[in-house]
């Protein structure tokens, strides 16, 4: 099976190091195809990038010529899976939900350890979206913005592995989830500090994403994830009006 | 004061019909200008393209020279509100969540009337976020698409009113709110037949706006709301890229 | 239009300073009227004193000949606004509700900081019915009884604004709200010091009346707010049994 | 000991009724005195109402010289527990919820059948505020009004056994609670009908009362409920003021 | 009448002090009997513990000849409560639930203070599940396991306090339970030191197993707690099995 | 990698009937090994039966002498999973979470249909604990019994699709989650009665606990699942004080 991984920034050495961290989690027989959006931000910290984010990863997907599996949007907290899931037939794996689905099988309570502190009230709202919050025994910040986390990830370690110590200790989390796509990797520094399982985000939709279909199972069609209906839509899609797209082929729709 | 009205979709009688409500209920001083998108779809009906219009709002508002006192989104249930709020300094109301204030303040319990069944969790999402689900007794859907709502306002009060009956007397709905920008204009035969108050959001929005700009209000900057970090962001704002600003004049940011 | 502006105790400097903030407030044309209750406490701080000043308000504007198009009740966290809802034809606006809806037009979270520490349960309370606790990060008291605010302004507003920088940095509230009526006037030292909006009750209510009156928008009378049933009431209205109206004249109903 | 159970309308019958039940409910050794309030409506069906008699059913007692050990206010999904918790010492028990917890003892769920559709509100606010709404699987109106219920007792327990038999096969209720103060006397009448158990309020405030005394337990005076502060109240007590009171005794405070 | 008062855990001195609050709670008239399971764990500290103590207390009642007329279940925050109304007629109390139902009759909110940390979430869970959570400001763990506080009252009460004005404090908890079958005795020091009341389960079970007597009420058979069904079920009860029970006699089914 | 799959009644021919779902679903490499209790009822339906059903999981589990890489709890609705998470180092995975974790990736809601209507509290239960009720649509009965179920699959399957067909229509569920371990191999005719993805527990299960075993996750021991305290426990394991073990073999503790 293939499984897209998509970026949600415009970041390549981002994309590469979330593909790594997809390629270490899939099974035998699992190929990760990893993709950057050909527009939108450097990296995605807000809602106005977020949205922007949203909009270029649905118009990267689109200009895949597929066939594909299963499709992993590797941005935590961000915008857009519901977009995607109306485009797609085949699954569609939010890391964000991917991670906190993951924690609740392993204990009572989780925490997630983000980026930078205005991030935090976006994945509080993807996850209670998601039914996914009441498990949720806090967000914390580390304070690292994404491109700093990417430069300086001894730096990274640190400041997330602290805050993922005081969210055991006085948040009284079981587990601990990296709330950004860029933190693959740190996994096991994390657990070594904060002495509880630490999740990644892409390597859980990965496994997501292979259990689904393994069982044959795809998006429900029936409300509302349900194709876009028919009519004009000025522009769309995007990269391929702006000239982005490698050729204007079109993708599985 | 002037009051920027967006239209959600590129469907300039739509914008007209929006407008028109929106003059109909501005003070006497309050200016409206009304804008449509200059990409996305013709109507607004699910998650791809409510994405999409998000950003597209966005790239219309940025391409507007100024000054203006507010944005008002005339979109119903849609996204986008949040990445505004942080491009801007004024205040910007959703007519979703204006309608849903105003009528907290009339009734114990609103059921809002929308167009296709599709368009009803889009609506309850946008509720949860705003914190204003607890008193709503039903999201309904009329089952006319947004165009259908366009084309044939004699049925479309028909549905909605049979629907607003039934929210009234099965769901115990004490207001009726229009759930559709496209609805504007309704409420006077809706509020015929179910015997209860009915709200228009761009009317309810304007008046919003209307009472923050008069106390000196805005948006707060401390942290979900913060103006966007500098970066490098791929082709945006879109709208110029693509050759679709009239000129390419910067916004107010 | 015209404004009935209640205060909710018996203290005559309060209303005044009350009816100076809606004055200031009122869009030109608007019209404030503030009344004192004829009876009750000299200010309102627990249950106890909260019921009764619910009853006294309800007298208090009973005693009123008319006509007038709208009724703010302004007291913080009081009881009665339900009950005015139902005497009334014309919107009733609750200024710890009016607060509450504007503060979420600005931030996705809000504090309330109000006088005693016993005040605290009664605003969570009201804003649970009222369906508006879900978006409050916080309700904080400064400590200063209402007497003592209406006695020393300067410690009133030291007090408040560290319990607003408390809220804001602690609590990550985005707006803040003044929770007491006599604290009206004291916003824009308070936003100096917490960084963030700060919205009086007194002044938004005064807002959406005229926003509702706008609209041609009233109480729904369906349910909740249906007007009482003709029946034997004992020693009603109090305040002209007690011999306190100044004339027995009849209210607008 | 002594438990006063205090009417919250004006009509001595339904005062009777509610002594009565109270006395078949109460252990050897515990005295009933049942009260009627010196003012207020003759049944209580709104908030207006409500209002007005959570004033005079704390001015009742008040009025009482005591001495006397828990107080018991018969009123279904009435105002005003909160302030006699203030004015009193000695537990004060309000039969809405006095059922509740009886209910929750018995089953997963409970429905509460009381008399016109307008109170229903009322009844889901005070169990909201009493943190007892989340195993309540209805509040179904008879249609009944009160004094309809005190007139008709035949029809009473049809209506009433009619929407139990519902509430139990469509709501799935395990226990049905009479739900209001006037239907005192029909629980076996209606369990026969419903076949799950039907529990009368004020027969369980008055076994609550008894618990409370018997374990030498009394309202937590340090926060919500501490005494009302020392000041000017104009006019209070009202049936002092107003000459109703027997002779201007005071009362335990 | 007679009221079974059942240990979770098969230390006998515990069972003996648990018996001897009961009997100092109950009324003249009721007589309390104390059981210990006969086999199980020394003292519930976890899940693991917890499920099988349920099976050893459901056991244990089954050995029972009868008749009685209520059963006390008094292990704090255990499971087993259900399967006991499953077996019975009688009312079953847990001493968790009784414990908040009366804290919530003594103050807006109560807090737990329990042994160790691991059974803070187990409590919470039997709170969320019996719909009594939204009124615990907190539940609080004192360090010390059930046999430590078996062994060292002293210390026991020190350590509770501690935490009980802690709660109070920090927490706004206006009453204290105990969290713990085996803290019994220890209310009066525990609320000299915190100024608000406390409540120890068993005292109130016994209290509410009395009233739910005197009402003529018990458990609704009409949905989960109907008895189970006939059927195979190997090696039950486990005690006559194991040839613990002191002669194979058939409880009360 | 083995996964330990444990029926939680004593019935051999569903153990096989799970076992061969579990095998259906496993990937190449993963070895299923099923389990049947040596105690126990001969199907679960209520709560005494699930609490000792729970206890016999446990024994069952303990009486195998590993080493093996997860286990499946195959019960649906049923308690325990929290003690084998105690008990084991080995990640532990319930069927009514697995299930529901996949169905909120397919769709926006879920509904469950199970046996009895006596089954549903009790699945509620599971998933309000789990934190995962807040997207189910609904949890439906069939009103077989666990057995006929087993006896008769073909009516079997016509209730169950009946069911599901109202949950689509009438609750809004975009999946349907089989609620009882013995519908496993239903699915197919489910999904292509009701239109939408159609969830079998124990598959769900076995690709979750291969998606933990393949990242190196298991649960976490820092609070709610660290092991049992050493103390004294009569009679456990039960199963081996039965008799019932093969051999008195320990388990992997």
Redesign the interface.
Known sequence: MKVLVVNVN?TASMTEAIAARARQ?A?PGTEIEALTP??????V????????S??AV?DRVLAHPGPYDAVVQAGFGE??R??L???LDV?V?DIT??AA??A?????TYSVITTL??A???IE?RL?????L??CASVRASGL?V?ELDHDPDRAVQEIAEQAVRA?HDD?A??IVLGCGGMAGLEEKVRARA???V?DGT??AV??A???T??G????K?????P??P??????P?GA??G?WPQREAGPR
């Open positions: 415009t989690a099974a050909y527009f939108g931000p450097a990296s910290e807000g809602n106005t990038e977020s949205y922007l949203a909009v649905m915008h857009g519901e977009g899931q109306e485009l699954p794996i939900e991917a689905h993951l609740m099988l392993l204990g009572r502190d205005r935090v009230p976006q709202d209670t979206l998601a039914g996914l009441g498990r913005s491109l055991v009284k079981e587990v002495g509880v399982p999740i390597a859980a496994k997501l292979e259990s689904l393994g069982l199972l795809s998006t429900s029936i409300r509302t994830y349900a876009p209906r009519k004009d839509v000025t522009a769309w995007l009006h702006l982005l």
